[in-house]
Each structure stands twice: as structure tokens, then as C-alpha cells.
């Protein structure tokens, strides 16, 4: 404990004049009163304070001191003529970058049955193989709808996209140009009575719409008739999506039936 000598030593040596403690301190000495009373608010009169307000403010100068002038210099994009001010410039609107759509993946091949084409997905992106499970699974559709169960194969197969490089576009919408305007070439070769879109790559980029068309017959600009089906992976993964397929089936098979007689 500190005695109070001691106390306004310390007090003194750190400039501190007035204090009042937050408790009572052992040997202190008692505390003067008039400390204790509030301070009164200072109240300045108000005609002196007009006399502040009114008062012009005048900058006081140095004799010594050069008074400097600024003087407003052009920024590097502006001209003599035509500039604005900083502060009444335009701002350019914010253009948000999108990012690029990724061009779509996928393999179809073109064949011929009777007079039908037949658009169809390869599941593996290769060439169908007489032994491929999906190749035995198409000729047994095809027997099914009264059609050769030996089809031709039409051409290369349309692998998209066409370039692994390059800054041409391959999105979505070059694809599906890209595959109508294929076909429409080979309808004019030879052309049939009804077109099978097999997979949802063709029943997307042939035939412009999505899974939920599956099993229904469309009217495509430039292709005709065609007929959209689940792919062949799809149906030998999911095997009781057969029984729509038939059913759609029965209903189209006089389209090609007709033809054959």
C-alpha cells in the first residue's frame, strides 16, 4: 500500500493534477469537496456567436510563405475538347462475364432399315460390333417392329465436338445445326417415312427436345416425322422402359408397314 506522500510523488511525476479515486484508498488524505461539484456548462452569448459565424474566414499567410496555387491538369485519357470533370464523368456499366457453355459430347450413327433412318447414340462412342449387347439389342427392336434386323450403316458416325482445339464455336447450338443440316442431306439422298431418334443426343440435337419426349412421335422442320426413343444403354439399364417403347411402337408400325407393301 501506498502512503500518501508516496501517492502525489507519483501522481506529481506523471502531470496528474486533479484525481479522485473509484474507492477509498487507506491513508489517503480526505478528499477536497469543491472536486466533487459538477462543472458547469460553458454558454457561449449569441450575439458573439453570430459574430463567429458571420465572421469571414480569411486564409492567413505567412510573410515568408509563397501562398500555392493549384491548378486542375488533364488526366492521361482526357482531350482539350469534350473532357469532363472526374466527378461528372460516366461511369461505364458493369458487363458481367458468363461462362462459357462447354461444347456437348456424344456419338451417333446413322442407319438405314426399310424405309426408315435410324439416328441412334453409341453408347461407347465406337462403331457398333455385331456382338455389342446394345447392336443385338437394336436388331431385336427392329424385328419386333417389322423391319430388316440387318441395318445399313449410313456414313461416318457424327462424333461432336468436331475440333479438339481451335476458337470455333461448338456449343449446343452449333451442334444441333450441325446435326439437322446432316441429315437433311441424307433425306434428300433417300428419303423415308419415318426417322428413329435413339438416345437423348439425337432426341436433343435432331429432333429439339428432351427425355420427357421419349416414345412420342414429333414433327421436326426439315426432318418430318420422327420418333424419339430412350437410348439403347438406357433400356438395358432400365429394362421396364421396354413396355413403352412397344407400345409406342404398335402405334407408328403402320407408317412403315404401309411402305413395305
Same mark, same amino acid.
Request: proline fraction near 11%; include cysteine.
Given at each position: ?12 511525476? +506523471?502531470?496528474?493534477?486533479?484525481? *479522485? %479515486? ?7 488524505? /480526505?478528499? &477536497?469537496?469543491? @472536486? !466533487? ?77 426399310g424405309r426408315c433412318l435410324l439416328l441412334v447414340e453409341l453408347p461407347t462412342g465406337e462403331t ?12 431385336? +427392336?427392329?424385328?419386333?417392329?417389322? *423391319? %430388316? ?7 461416318? /458416325?457424327? &462424333?461432336?465436338? @468436331? !475440333? ?53 412421335e414429333l414433327q421436326v422442320e426439315g426432318l418430318g416425322c420422327v420418333w424419339a426413343l430412350p ?31
Amino acid at each position: 500500500m501506498l502512503i500518501e506522500s508516496r501517492r502525489r510523488a507519483y501522481l506529481s511525476a +506523471m502531470q496528474v493534477v486533479n484525481w *479522485l %479515486p473509484r474507492t477509498e484508498l487507506p491513508f489517503a488524505a /480526505p478528499s &477536497r469537496p469543491e @472536486l !466533487l461539484e459538477p462543472l458547469e456548462p460553458l454558454v457561449v452569448a449569441p450575439s458573439a456567436l453570430a459574430v463567429v459565424v458571420d465572421a469571414p474566414v480569411e486564409p492567413v499567410v505567412k510573410p515568408t510563405e509563397r501562398v500555392k496555387i493549384e491548378v486542375p491538369r488533364p488526366s492521361q485519357g482526357s482531350t482539350r475538347t469534350g473532357a469532363k470533370p472526374v466527378a461528372e464523368a460516366e461511369v461505364a456499366p458493369v458487363v458481367a462475364k458468363v461462362a462459357p457453355v462447354p461444347p456437348p459430347r456424344f456419338a451417333l450413327q446413322l442407319l438405314r432399315a426399310g424405309r426408315c433412318l435410324l439416328l441412334v447414340e453409341l453408347p461407347t462412342g465406337e462403331t457398333f460390333q455385331t456382338r455389342d449387347p446394345a447392336y443385338l439389342l437394336l436388331k431385336d +427392336m427392329l424385328r419386333a417392329a417389322g *423391319l %430388316p434386323d440387318s441395318p445399313q450403316i449410313v456414313g461416318e /458416325p457424327v &462424333r461432336w465436338p @468436331l !475440333l479438339v482445339r481451335g476458337s470455333m464455336d461448338q456449343g449446343p447450338e452449333a451442334a444441333r445445326d450441325f446435326v439437322q443440316g446432316f441429315l437433311s442431306v441424307r433425306l434428300e439422298e433417300a428419303p423415308c417415312v419415318c426417322l428413329w431418334l435413339v438416345g437423348l443426343p439425337a432426341v436433343r440435337f435432331a429432333g429439339e427436345a428432351n427425355a420427357e419426349s421419349f416414345n412420342r412421335e414429333l414433327q421436326v422442320e426439315g426432318l418430318g416425322c420422327v420418333w424419339a426413343l430412350p437410348g439403347l444403354e438406357l433400356l438395358m439399364e432400365e429394362p421396364q422402359r421396354k413396355a413403352e417403347v412397344w407400345q409406342a411402337m404398335r402405334r407408328l408400325m403402320a407408317r412403315w408397314k404401309e411402305s413395305n407393301e
